[in-house]
């Protein structure tokens, strides 16, 4: 390494000069300049100026075995060397995306055996919603066409997946967003709409959300529901145990197809491998993406049931849709090493097992805590929402952006967490120790302290 690697401020006007981040407000970073991360390892990542920070976020949301694994580096030589691309069109195909279609349908229900692959969540997201439309139209019933996600969601940037994201400053960022044919109902976010309510009545209060958006369109022009089994960027938002179960009842009603965006909750998050298996949900679609190579190259699973790929392999004739990177071999490489640590080191049992817990309680021990109004978690995902007055849970005004500050200070302390609206959230790699767990929620104390 050259003095140069290290000088921050000159890597922060070359970044400033050319490099548009996303989701940034550039005219802001001007004023700041970027943090420069120069290496990782484990939970840790250090920046340009020798600072040492716990990734609280694994990244984001995706660097679950941590940072630094010599195993996933090798795979990907190995397989680059080998076959550094290879297309899957033209009725070619190779080895590790085979496998991969393989190990992952293994891993998931009975009646889930077919994978597509592209890079990211939100081509995912465009691939389900894609492939929602062709099936309902080989069944001859082109009518139903509306899809319906939920507020607060997100799913992606491109058209599609924005469309689906119930953010709207998203539908602010170009193009016409949201798309025709996407309703959103309301999310069970029970701090904000059923606080006094049982939580058990509250999750069929919130699902019953669904069939009346249902009735209120008609159940012949409704397609597909899409949904995270938890909501991850929109705050940590998780369901009470009944939400699930009714929701499934209604899908099923009405001949809706359920489409569940695993993205963020798959290979482990919840504590189990899957969010589908937390919730006990038998959904129809499912997105697979960030945790798959654990974020150590890009990769999205579309894994479709039998129903709806009977229908799209015997009915369809070719469907034209597909991306250049669809199952590059590095990234299915990278991703089977991953799931076979996983999987060998029982990462995601001894998560459940020895950080559930500790976390859950480093949650719970907010409760009492003057600024914070709700706190709650699934596995090792939790959020922490800072109110200006608990007992009515009012919000601070958004010109006090309150966590930004609070990011911001546990930043100054070593901490990434990150502010969704005034939800500080959280979301650990798999491999965190418990006594960083605790590290983790004393640093956020201090932050939350230094907020308001
Ligand atoms: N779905 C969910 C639930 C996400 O949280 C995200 C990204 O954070 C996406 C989809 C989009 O994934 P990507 O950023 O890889 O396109």
Redesign the pocket.
Known sequence: MTDRDFDTQDWQVRDRAHYLHPFTDHAGLRQTGSRIAAHAEGIHVWDTDGNRMIDGLSG??CVNLGYGRRELVEAVAREMAELSYCPSFFRTSHRAAITLAETLTGLLPDHLNHVFFQ???????ETAMRLVRRFWDLEGRPEKRVIIAREL??????HM?ASLSGIPPMYGAGGDVPLPGVVHIRTPYRYRHGRDMDPAEFGVVAARWLEEKILEIGPDRVAAFVA?PA???GGAICPPETYWPEIQRICRKYDVLLVL?????GFGRTGKWFGHRYYGIEPDLM?L??GITSGYL?L?ATVISDRVADVLIDKGGEWAHGYTYSGHPACCAVALENIRILTEERIVERAEAELVPAFAAGIRSFVDHPLIGDCRSVGLMGGLEIVRDKATGEAFPYEAHVGDHCSAEALKRGLALRANGDTMSLMPPLVTTPDQIAEIFAIAREAIDATA
């Open positions: 984001l949301g890079s990211s969540g939100s081509e995912a997201n969601a997100y799913h992606g940037s491109t997946a995270e909501q991850s960027a965006d695993e993205v963020v909750m997105q993406g960030k890009p999205s």
